[in-house]
């Protein structure tokens, strides 16, 4: 019976795996500040959402005065109104 041995021998790649571990650890990084951005949006999100209903009323109020006052040439002609000089 024929044995043969084979030798072990480590990886040839391990710098490689040097370089992944860097590229991992970049993206784990770039994953953390991403999430910080995405927590700091969400907030401004918030601000906003908070401003814009402040002007909802006014805005409400606005939209029926237009359109009462467009509406109004239906009644009477006269109430015709026009930016034009």
Do not use: H, W
Request: with cysteine.
């Amino acid at each position: 019976m024929a044995t043969s041995t084979t030798k072990l021998t480590p990886p040839t790649c391990f710098l490689g795996a040097v370089s992944l571990i860097e590229t991992l650890t970049r993206t784990k990084e770039s994953a953390a500040k991403i999430a910080a951005a995405l927590e700091e949006s969400g907030k401004a999100s918030e601000q906003l959402d908070v401003q814009r209903e402040v002007y909802r009323g006014f805005a409400s109020s606005g939209s029926k005065l237009f359109f009462l006052i467009s509406q109004l040439l239906a009644v009477n002609p006269m109430y015709q109104f026009s930016l034009a000089r």
